[in-house]
């Protein structure tokens, strides 16, 4: 994450419901989703990002333009999951930044580790 200028955060709180902060998602999210409890969110200092998904304000799901393609950073790992893709909500919660790149992404690429 430190490479594209974000870094991850402890909570101070318990998580318990995240919203979404794209008002105009494509697939309506039913809130709360399940299994998406973190224990960290991003920052960075760029102004160049989109939060798709905070916890009171504090993002945990973002994406932004890095040269011909979009990155998608996220600190809940489990909705991204192929056992996550199975409940309700989360296959919606992928669909939403994705379709924002769809046509133009060309592979996906998922790293389930904090640094």
Not at 3 to 22: D, I, Y
Not at 103 to 110: G, H, S
């Amino acid at each position: 994450m430190q490479h594209f200028n974000f870094q991850t955060r402890f909570l101070t709180e318990a998580m318990t419901e995240m919203r979404s902060q794209t008002p105009l998602f494509t697939s309506p999210i039913q809130l709360p989703l399940a299994e998406t409890r973190t224990t960290r969110y991003l920052t960075s200092e760029r102004r160049d990002y989109l939060v798709h998904l905070a916890w009171r304000g504090r993002p945990v799901l973002v994406s932004f333009q890095q040269g011909s393609g979009t990155v998608f950073l996220s600190t809940v790992a489990y909705p991204f999951s192929n056992a996550g893709l199975k409940i309700a909500a989360n296959p919606e919660l992928i669909l939403n930044p994705a379709g924002s790149c769809w046509a133009t992404c060309a592979r996906w690429t998922i790293q389930d580790h904090l640094v």
